[in-house]
DNA sequence: CTGAAAGCGCTTACAG
DNA sequence: CTGAAAGCGCTTACAG
């Protein structure tokens, strides 16, 4: 490959001018810009990114900092819907995607950090963590610009999620106003903010009609279908088993409807299951998973556009919180009379 | 930020002496090397990745390079698996990953030509198209070493690919054995070569007991679940129907499934159907599909394994051809008496 | 409109 | 074991 001086040589113009066809800058005349054009096309130079951001501070590449491993995150349709829109927003600012994952769970934070205070990135989308707070103090003082997708560890960092309070209320409230009252619930650990708001508003849509969560009746799970699944065969083997289940996420509202099948039980009829996300694969299962949509390509593309509106340092940039959507399908019912 | 020049003043080295710590270097004084560090962790500073890689001529940064939309590649759960591998493999040599998408199909090879021939990436696995002979020839003198995921255009560049032939050929044998004989394909435009392998496979099935395809049971899609919805309702509506239908991908396998379903037909009972790559869905269904497994990780860790040892001039990089496994599960048996 | 010179923050021979 | 100097390939004031 061709430096600028190779190029400015065989243009017969200094490198300067070379550089300022290169960054499309006025001041050289239609003749010399010709030229060097045409020397660029020929040669089919392409200037180093190296060197023109060590002068000019832009890399043109836009983090995505996720704290798992890279098998956690291809195994979560709702974590990659949020990659697809990230993608596409990255893609119109013409900004390539660097994508970082841990090797283990330990090392997550110490890469984010090295990532984030070298000049590798431009900025960075960062999924939340346990532990970003401890995270966001290790940042040191002058961090490239980052927005997390999911709970703020502090007040100077937007940040992007859904409103996972309100979606577990409504669905909550949907299960009462069916007719349940023996409701099992599927968290999971480690916990996300995202599900402490999922726990609050299930909580609450509860208190409302002067019911309270039975703490033997909420099992943890890890997000995963299996541990759905487990965690669907523990709270059926109740001796009073719930005639609902609310899943926090859909795969392991999927491992319930799983587990339910195992026991010969039928959804919705002798059990109903809703779950949270909407991913695709809710719709292709018999019965389609009822379930809270949580926008994950959007959420994507919203933190993404914040992003680039804080690489400019003129806008400020707000946090966001993107509404969920009850969406009603076939897996839940009234409760059979017994 | 403090830069290199900084730490050494604050150790009361010269930068040369800091860069020997910085890269494990011998010939420092243990001394010295105590100081250094502790100036390091104390500022916690980052090198600067740019300025390292100007004179280093390394990035640590593997390029992905799929000539597709992004929504193309997140609607695909085998390069997705793919992609799994590939990262899994770039993690190991602690090499970072940038995704390249197209914006539009045509940008496609532009995009990859101009990072290929960048210093940002150290090399890439290119995911194959169409027109990857044209585009290997516009990549000039010395791009950045790549292989291709899929068939090679040229001699020289190492191509991974999965057994495509022998894994149709298997799966048309197998229709065959359980006394099939009219069988409609659902193949796909554009088609990579991959789906020229296939198609030869299958047709040597056909040929080997004196059967040939027949062009009316030829049905093109694009690999997406509603082509191959569309698809299966065009063979199914044929005069002289199939009584199974080998889909060269999953998705379109589902397609057929539900196409057959829609026209009140039972898989595997009425209608025989196979599929192809082996996507986790296809367990998820009803009947589980049966299938070719193509395995998508392993792929892409092969392909990315074989670009680490292009990056070493010492060694010799082979192309790799991954065997196929046909997986039998429920949505094939022999056709019924008519 | 054009170009010489300095600088971005590192590393790499080389001399001491 | 240590450091001064040149160089990686660009861009950016600045002078002409």
Request: charged residues 20%; glycine residues 6%.
């Amino acid at each position: 490959m061709p430096t600028i001086d190779e190029i400015a040589k065989l243009a017969r113009v200094s490198p300067t001018t070379v550089s300022k066809v290169l960054n499309n800058r006025p001041y050289v005349s239609q003749a010399t810009r010709r030229r060097i054009e045409h020397v660029i096309a020929e040669t089919g130079f392409v200037p180093s990114q190296w060197a023109r951001l060590l002068s000019q501070r832009r890399s043109y590449i836009l983090g995505l900092l996720i704290p798992y491993t890279s098998d956690q995150l291809f195994a979560d349709p709702h974590l990659l819907e949020v990659m697809r829109g990230i993608e596409a927003a990255a893609n119109r600012y013409e900004y390539n995607l660097l994508l970082s994952t841990a090797r283990a769970p330990v090392e997550a934070a110490s890469a984010c950090t090295r990532l984030l205070r070298s000049d590798v990135i431009d900025g960075a989308v960062v999924v939340e963590t346990q532990d970003l707070r401890a995270f966001a103090e290790t940042l040191g003082d002058r961090p490239a610009p980052w927005v997390v997708l999911g709970y703020a560890p502090a007040g100077d960092v937007p940040a992007i999620h859904a409103d996972d309070y309100g979606g577990a209320r409504d669905a909550m409230h949907y299960l009462i106003n069916q007719g349940h009252r023996r409701i099992g619930v599927v968290s999971s650990t480690p916990r996300p903010f995202a599900l402490d708001e999922r726990m609050r508003g299930l909580q609450d849509a509860l208190q409302a009609v002067g019911l309270a969560l039975d703490p033997r009746l909420v099992v943890l799970g890890d997000f995963s279908t299996v541990s759905g699944e487990h965690a669907g065969h523990t709270l059926l083997a109740h001796p009073n088993p719930p005639t609902a289940i609310f899943a926090l996420n859909d795969r392991m509202a999927i491992g319930v409807v799983r587990a339910a099948t195992a026991r010969g039980m039928r959804v919705p009829e002798q059990l109903s299951v809703i779950g949270f996300d909407d991913i695709a694969l809710a719709t292709l299962l018999t019965p389609q998973l009822t379930t809270v949509r949580q926008p994950g390509y959007l959420l994507g593309e919203t933190a993404a556009e914040t992003l680039f509106a804080l690489l400019d340092p003129q806008l400020t940039t707000p946090s966001a919180i993107i509404p969920t959507e009850l969406i009603i399908r076939g897996s839940v019912q009234p409760p059979e009379r017994g």
